[in-house]
């Protein structure tokens, strides 16, 4: 396969979604991305790569990071973190207080921002300085050191966070976060802060494509039943509202953020990156679900 080849095709199809859509303004550090950039990075598990566009520029990754979070938890509580979060599909906006209400302080999964907060909290729980843990982590799954925290972006959450805040006091009252409020928020907000681009996440994503083990680490991060478990996870909620619209048209295990990337899985095969910050209404990049709709058209390969 000549992956320089396909990204090229790619992106020539989703060029004219490219812009179209909004940037997330509700954080304001955000707001000031261009709705014009465009990237795409595939890390392969026989070692070929292929990037195109703007793949090497750093963004905020924002709710992808909630795939590390998850990943980490599991190593840490395995199945005990299903006493405290669902894995079902949410149908409502990734950071409702209806549903949450509605069902007692238990988040429909872990990648509502109401069962991220649960996650972070897990991790906090369970390791002596939880942000540096998730950075070493993402370090080392990227084979990029040099992986940092925008300081800013992480301000600009801490800002503007409030409902964000309202669920992290909704759980606590509920019994399901056992660390101080602030201190959860605090992970949570410098997760979402995370800066790394397309040919970062697409090695990150790798032990996911390849039952758990680390090609950059050399090791197994997951054990099989744990990837297959998160790649599971991701098909069915890693979209927001719209992982179904997803399964329709790309086919793939993937999680979107509103920084406008996208990481998917094809598993023994790839992981891909796509980054266009010009949202849909659903919160998922525009221009990143037309490519990768394109890519698993093309190459007449999905999940499915």
Known sequence: MDYDELLKRVRKEAGPRIGKGAVASYIPALSKVSPKRFGIALASIDGTSARNGDADIPFS??????????????????????????????????????????????????????????????????????????????????????????????????????RNAALANFLK????????????????????????????????????????????????????????????????????DAAGDFAYRVGLPAKSGVGGGIVAVLPREFAVCTWSPALEPSGNSSAGVAALEALTTILGRSVF
């Open 61 to 162: 990754v924002q709710s992808i990071s909630k795939m590390f979070t998850l990943m980490l938890a599991i190593r840490h509580v395995g199945d005990d973190l299903w006493k405290r979060v669902g894995r079902e599909p949410s149908g409502n906006p990734f950071n409702s207080l209806v549903q949450l209400e509605s069902e007692h302080g238990v988040p429909r999964n872990p990648f509502i921002n109401a069962g991220a907060l649960v996650v972070a909290d897990v991790l906090l729980s369970h390791t002596v300085d939880a942000k540096q843990v998730l950075l070493d982590f993402v370090r080392a799954l990227s084979g990029n050191n040099a992986l940092e925290f925008d300081a800013n972006v992480a301000a600009s959450e801490r800002t503007h966070g409030y």
């Open 173 to 240: 009252a509920h019994d399901n976060l056992n660390n101080d409020v602030d201190t959860v928020l605090d992970l949570y907000f410098h997760q979402c802060a995370l800066a790394m681009c397309c040919t970062d996440l697409a090695r990150a994503a790798l032990p996911l494509v390849n039952g758990g083990f680390s090609p950059l680490i050399g090791e197994a991060v997951l054990t099989k039943l744990q990837a297959r478990r998160v790649n599971a996870l991701m098909m069915t909620c890693g979209l927001y």
